[in-house]
């Protein structure tokens, strides 16, 4: 009898998908598998990420990308012939932006460090998630543009919340919804993930599409190439001292002579005298 009704069990559980509740726990190995597997994730040491950011009509923004272990960043990318720099060396988080009139390197404020903080983790928030102080809750399944999807609650170590949607076919995320503070204003930011590319074994988003929830304006990375294990020296992600600025001369200090470009140099040395004339 016991044994009637432990087949019907599993049969009831073949026929209907899904008896057998998933937990997050399922849901991320199931993610790292379709992303190519732990060992192959583990395995890179650098990423380096060719994209263009389009932010508007006529508005394109190249850059690249590079990312190191354990938690390195650098991000370089260029608008109406400025670049600016954007990284994160595992403690500090600091950048330059010369379109804003600052040449020299300066601290993000701590709301921007913490978004450059996840930017250098190179295997994203799932993997390892227990052992990086982050926390995650299956919130059950919901459509995304037509296609089931489960919702993961990640709430972040350092306070920011995300949810995740993973494809309940191929397991690979397809939308993300971000709760972050920006200049002391909290906004959702949801982002559209896609065209996914095999890269050296492993599966990589080729398109994002995010912007603020509820607007209509949307910021659209396109990547172009993906290169894995590139050397990447440390010093990249370190922040550069300011440029040294030239001396004022003291008060009173005599100003150094003028010349005049036009008139020729003096010699350097006088010319020989003339021998006395023959007595």
Do not use: H
């Not at 389009?54 to 400025?82: N, Y």
């Not at 296609?147 to 191929?170: E, H, M, P, R």
């Amino acid at each position: 009898m016991v044994r009637k009704v432990c087949l019907s069990i599993i049969a009831l559980a073949i026929l209907i998908p899904g008896l057998w509740a998933q937990t997050a726990d399922d849901i991320i190995a199931k993610n790292i598998q379709a992303r190519g597997g732990m060992d192959k994730l583990k395995a890179v040491k650098s990423i380096k990420t060719t994209a263009t950011m389009t932010m508007g009509p006529g508005m394109e923004a190249p850059g690249v990308m590079v990312q190191k272990r354990p938690e390195m960043a650098r991000l370089e990318f260029t608008i109406q012939g400025l670049t600016a720099v954007q990284a994160y060396d595992g403690s500090k988080a600091w950048q330059i932006m010369p379109f804003m009139g600052k040449k020299d390197a300066e601290l993000m404020s701590a709301d921007e460090a913490k978004e450059m903080e996840e930017t250098a983790d190179l295997d994203g928030p799932l993997v390892d998630y227990k052992a990086k102080g982050n926390s995650v809750e299956l919130l059950g399944k919901e459509k995304v543009e037509g296609t089931d999807a489960y919702k993961l609650k990640v709430t972040l170590k350092n306070g920011d919340v995300q949810t995740q949607y993973i494809d309940a076919d191929s397991f690979l995320e397809i939308k993300e919804e971000t709760s972050r503070t920006v200049r002391g204003t909290e906004r959702d930011v949801e982002s559209s993930i896609g065209d996914y590319k095999e890269v050296d074994g492993i599966i990589f988003p080729f398109a994002v599409e995010s912007g603020v929830k509820g607007t209509d304006q949307k910021q659209k990375i396109t990547i172009s190439k993906i290169e894995l294990n590139v050397p990447a020296d440390d010093a990249m992600f370190k922040m550069p001292p300011p440029a040294p600025v030239p001396p004022v001369p003291a008060a009173g200090a005599p100003e150094p002579p003028k010349t005049d470009p036009n008139k020729p140099e003096a010699p350097k040395t006088p010319p020989p005298a003339p021998n006395p004339p023959d007595k």
